[in-house]
């Protein structure tokens, strides 16, 4: 076939050439087919373009019609109406078309794809990629600037920016810049920059050291050394927080707190506590375990509860409740004496130490120190020094200690 | 509404606050049948008599068959079973014949669904219970089912005699009766017990319970 070339200013007809070069301003009339085209100047074709091998535009150049080829490397600009279709994708300029596919993609300048972008292969974006569609990608590495309607993609790497407005679907990802979708589901996640998703986040295990927010989130294993606020549920596997972490409803697994946690209501097998957790309804696991501070507007229940630190909650129930230490109490030793009616003691001072109130605690044992209580029930009742007590209904084994002060003491009656 | 304390809950039943609190958060024992009350002593916890008794003697029967979660979904009033077959309705002995039999002229071929079932075991309860004859029975199961048009597991089937009448009402839990003095003798059954009653003996009847 004959190469055509345009130098300076000239036309030709559409049909097949063998290599094409455009170096002035150049105008093809018609559907191109060629083995090559090279761009230098401004070079348009007013129908599709297909080539077997590369198109090069250093230039500017535009297609009025779809465009299929091999290679694509655009350091100018290229406008292609229809959809674009081709191997390797490299832009170091800027680039319009259709729906795009590639098999792979380099993305240094700027891209706007009317439709979705779909890329076979491995996809880099250092410039700006906007896709009015669907993106679809391999491993994609995003450093410049990426957004796209829906967006399913393998291994997603964010250090610049990804804002997806609708559903983002990938493998590992991670994100040190920022990225927002409407709703996210990936594998394992680590963001140490920022992740925002209006829906629902679900994730394999994941690592938070910048911040994530979501409307909801279902993850597997979770450590929370930044910020994450889930506005709605959270669930959850093995669960470490070292900074922040909130949700409305939290059922976790095992709930590691060295940082702040809240949320509304909270369900675990086991909760270990030395930073802060709150919550605002109650707080639920086999086990609890609290050096710090825990507290609930509502209940704290569990099979065994063992706090050391500080405790406030309307409720506290369950098997075993242990609040305090012996150790706490002062002048070496404390004694005991039954109390089977009304008895009056006097609060020995305890400075500094965190605040313990229930309004309520009842367990099958209690042990307490240092708390103050309206009403404590339970089959095996130690008062330790430090309590004030309003009312102590016990049914077993009852210990006050002289240094603790209980108002009124309820016992079986007789017929009992 | 009767209401027991929590304190003679404990004492009557013998279970431990520990085993108390277990079971409500593995929501074998609902939150809202912890009902709070301010008494002299400050606020007191109370549950409603007719549904915690027969709960608590549920889990003490069965916490070593199954584990608590399984007991929770089987004792869930969310659990929707799915329908019996009429030809399975033969092996639920808490129906009398005589009532399955009015029942399946009622519906002849039909499916039964777990509201209908706990409603036939509770006309047959609540007819040993009163001595109603077996011939009266017939009669009595079709007055339970157009008394049911519309009833829910929440209910309760009281079945009551005027002179030598047999009735049946359906009425909610929380609704108490005062009969006149005309009507001596009448009996209560929460549908709802008798449900969970129900699907504790026959499980295989019920597929939605298979997975458990």
């Avoid at chain 2, 089987?74 to 019996?84: H, K, T």
């Avoid at chain 2, 009402?169 to 005309?182: I, W, Y």
Wanted: proline share 2%.
């Amino acid at each position: 076939m004959k190469d055509l070339e345009i130098n300076e200013f000239g036309s030709a007809p559409g049909g097949e050439y063998g290599d094409v070069e455009i170096n002035g301003i150049g105008k093809v009339k018609g559907d191109l087919a060629c083995k090559s085209l090279e761009v230098n100047g401004v070079g348009k074709v007013s129908g599709a373009v297909e080539s077997n091998g590369a198109v090069e535009v250093n230039g500017m150049f535009s297609a009025e019609g779809a465009m299929r080829t091999e290679n694509v490397e655009i350091n100018g600009t290229m406008e292609v109406e229809g959809p674009l279709a081709c191997g390797a994708l490299e832009v170091n300029g800027a680039l319009k078309s259709g729906a795009l596919q590639a098999a792979e993609a380099e993305i240094n300048g700027a891209v706007s794809a009317d439709g979705g972008a779909a890329f076979a292969g491995g996809f880099e974006v250092a410039g700006v990629l906007k896709a009015a569609g669907d993106l679809t990608a391999g491993d994609t590495e995003v450093d410049g600037e990426l957004s796209a309607a829906n967006a399913s993609v393998q291994a997603l790497s964010v250090a610049g920016s990804m804002k997806v407005s609708g559903g983002l679907t990938g493998g590992d990802t991670e994100v040190d810049g920022e990225l927002s979708a409407a709703n996210a589901s990936v594998q394992a996640l680590s963001v140490a920059g920022s992740m925002k998703v209006s829906g629902e986040l679900t994730a394999g295990d994941t690592e938070v050291d910048g911040e994530v927010s979501a409307a909801a989130a279902s993850v597997q294993g979770l450590s929370v050394a930044g910020s994450m606020k889930v506005s709605g549920d959270l669930t959850a596997g093995d669960t470490e927080v070292d900074g922040e972490l909130s949700a409305a409803n939290a059922a976790v697994r095992r709930l590691r707190c060295n940082g702040e946690a809240h949320f509304g209501g909270l369900t675990a097998s086991e909760i270990s506590v030395d930073g802060a957790l709150s919550s605002d309804g109650d707080i639920e696991a086999d086990r609890i375990d609290c050096d710090g501070e825990i507290s609930a507007t509502r209940q704290i229940s569990a099979d065994e509860v063992r706090i050391c630190g500080g405790v406030e909650a309307d409720e506290i129930v369950g098997d075993r409740i242990e609040i305090g230490e012996e150790e706490e109490s002062q002048g070496g030793g404390w004694q005991f004496r039954w109390a089977g009616k009304r008895i009056a003691v006097n609060v020995s001072g305890k400075g500094g130490r965190p605040a313990r109130r229930a309004r309520l605690i009842e367990a099958t044992a209690v042990r307490l120190f240092g708390v103050e209580a309206e009403a404590v029930n339970g089959q095996d009742v130690t008062v330790g020094p430090g309590c004030v007590i309003g009312r102590v209904d016990c049914s077993g084994t009852l210990l006050i200690s002289e240094e603790s002060e209980v108002r009124e003491v309820v016992r079986p009656s007789a017929q009992e | 509404m009767g209401l027991i304390s929590k304190k003679e809950l404990l004492q009557r039943t013998g279970i431990s606050y520990g085993q108390l609190y277990r079971w409500k958060r593995e929501r074998l024992i609902p939150e809202e049948w912890f009902i709070k009350r301010s008494s002299f002593t400050g606020q007191e916890t109370f549950f409603p008599e007719e549904q915690i008794l027969p709960r608590i003697e549920s889990i003490l029967s069965n916490k070593d068959r199954y584990s608590l979660s399984e007991l929770s979904r089987m004792l869930s009033a969310d659990i929707a079973p799915g329908v019996v077959e009429g030809t399975a309705l033969g092996s639920v002995e808490e129906i009398a014949p005589e009532v399955m039999a009015a029942a399946r002229r009622e519906k002849p071929g039909e499916d039964w669904s777990l509201f209908e079932l706990a409603l036939l075991a509770a006309v047959t309860e609540a007819g040993t219970r009163l001595c109603v004859a077996p011939q009266d029975l017939p009669e009595l199961t079709e007055l339970a089912l157009s008394a049911a048009a519309g009833g829910a597991l929440d209910a309760v089937l009281t079945v009551f005699f005027v002179g030598t009448e047999v009735h049946a009402l359906m009425h909610g839990a929380n609704t108490p009766l005062t009969f006149d003095r005309e009507i001596q003798t009448a009996y209560s059954v929460s549908l709802r017990e008798t449900a969970e009653m129900l699907k504790m003996n026959h499980r295989a009847l019920f597929p939605a319970l298979k997975g458990v």
